[in-house]
């Protein structure tokens, strides 16, 4: 298997789709989706991310390396699916800021991983809450480039407080890589760093709830 990742990283940082799916579809006579997706595109897109990290990887390539596995996951395990992640209810969003290709790339990645997600697209405090709410939402990831749009978080986790709301917040983007302090400060549960940390945090998220 290391061997095929290595293939598929390969064809993943040219965006050549096609090789990736015939990498893919080889195993799909001997090995079940779920466990193609766990290990083989989930290590190959850490590996990716990874890259970016070390500066070896280009954004770009992130960027499209997820959509192309956002795809192959989709035909594996298509929405709704019984092997897809048992896993609270959660959004994506970037609040009140124009920058979304972060937002787009943690989308893929979770997607590529097994993970269904409603996305907000760029949306306001007020509107997050409301549609938080209305649909029941258990985790919220919020994605960010500018401090000012960073700060506005404070009152999202205000609003959830006083609404008695028990809603999980994980934040990434430029502001919490400069403050590492700063997710605390606006009242998140969890950062991300990176685009590659985010499996592993929400995944920790996951064993918490179900441990209680």
Sequence with gaps: MKHDISLLVESLLVADRLAAEGIVNELTQDVSPISIIETLIVPALEHIGRGWEDGSVALSQVYMGGRICEKMVNILLPPGAPDRKDQPRMALCVLQDHHLLGKQIV?????????????????????????????????????????????????????????????????????????????????????????????????????VSHGN
């Excluded at 700060?151 to 609404?163: E, G, P, Q, W, Y």
């Excluded at 430029?174 to 009242?187: M, T, Y």
């Excluded at 998140?188 to 592993?200: E, F, L, N």
């Design 107 to 207: 989308y893929s990645l979770l997607r590529a991983a097994g993970f269904e997600l409603l996305d907000y697209g760029n949306i306001s405090v007020d509107e997050v809450v409301k549609r938080v709410k209305s649909d029941g939402i258990k985790v919220l990831l919020i994605s960010v480039l500018m401090l000012p749009s960073a700060l506005k978080i404070r009152k999202v986790t205000t609003a959830f407080d006083d609404m008695g709301l028990d809603v999980k917040i994980v934040v990434g983007g430029a502001p919490f890589k400069f403050d590492d302090q700063l997710f605390q400060v606006v009242g998140a549960d969890a950062m991300c760093t990176t685009a590659s940390s985010v499996v592993p945090v929400i995944e920790k998220i996951m064993e």
